[in-house]
């Protein structure tokens, strides 16, 4: 990487690295017209997990956006730069959230150049349940179900909710599309468990893709804790469930605890997020 000028911007907090790979410019495409993509990579215990569906997921979302792929977009050359520039940093535990962008420049949009920048947020484990977050259901906006629903974009809806949840005293909000189904949380993705099955919503019905949580419910399913079920559902079902987890690539995992009047239980979903957490341990 000796031949790539990098550029490391250190907050005046050790908790938090942002790194750009090129000289970043203000009138940027990302900043002009959120013409990017974010993808998520996992640090934990010194280690980087899930690297690898991490990567794939970055570059089918840079596909969708139909941004340039550098050819030095390697796993290795990921997994390099994040060892070198955040583990070396003594960040053990934590998510990288990497935003690729088309830079601004004369080219056609098809030919334009590919830069990236990253930033940390450091937790203790990406793989526990962070804390209790509480939801409502938001019915002013809804978000689209379609190619571009399923990855991490410039989304107005999730700034829009991020303000109505704040103004209501909420963590988080349910998002629904436009048939009225449950797509999504504002930051990730809501499981519903209910006897032993775990409902999701559907990726056709504007559910994010996640690898962090495709590892969880492949755990699941391996392991026989639940039946998984991607399914179409309506609103009312979540005061339904008897818990709720929400998995986010941004934030991690939390339980939900409430959802207007309804409380909501952890048990059963703490002991799977710990038997999956455990999973990654080496063996003892």
Do not use: C
């Amino acid at each position: 990487m000796d031949d790539l000028s990098f550029i490391i911007f250190l907050y005046s907090t050790m908790h938090k690295i942002v790194y750009t790979s090129d000289q970043l410019q203000l009138l940027n495409r990302s900043f002009l017209f959120g013409d990017s993509v974010w993808v998520s990579f996992f640090i934990r215990n010194g280690q980087i997990i899930m690297a690898e569906e991490s990567y794939f997921f970055l570059m089918a979302s840079m596909r969708k956006m139909r941004l340039n792929i550098p050819l030095t977009y390697t796993l290795e050359f990921f997994q390099e730069l994040f060892q070198s520039e955040v583990l070396s940093n003594g960040i053990p535990n934590g998510i990288v959230q990497l935003l690729a962008y088309r830079k601004q420049d004369e080219k056609p949009l098809a030919k334009s150049e590919t830069a990236f920048f990253f930033e940390v947020d450091e937790m203790q484990d990406v793989l526990k349940i962070q804390g209790h977050v509480e939801l409502d259901l938001i019915k002013e906006i809804n978000v689209n179900a379609n190619l571009l629903s399923n990855i991490r974009l410039h989304s107005p809806e999730n700034i829009y909710a991020q303000i109505y949840a704040k103004e209501n005293d909420l963590d988080d909000v349910i998002l629904l599309n436009p048939n009225k189904k449950i797509a999504r949380s504002i930051f990730g993705n809501l499981l519903f468990l209910q006897d032993n099955v775990i409902k999701i919503p559907k990726q056709t019905e504007g559910a994010y893709i996640s690898p962090l949580m495709e590892n969880f419910i492949t755990f699941i399913h391996k392991n026989k804790l639940g039946e998984i079920e991607e399914a179409e559902i309506i609103a009312f079902e979540s005061q339904k469930a008897d818990e709720i987890l929400r998995i986010s690539d941004e934030k991690g995992v939390h339980s939900v605890s409430k959802i207007r009047n309804k409380t909501f239980d952890n048990k059963r979903f703490s002991e799977m997020v710990q038997k999956w957490a455990e999973s990654f341990d080496p063996a003892k």
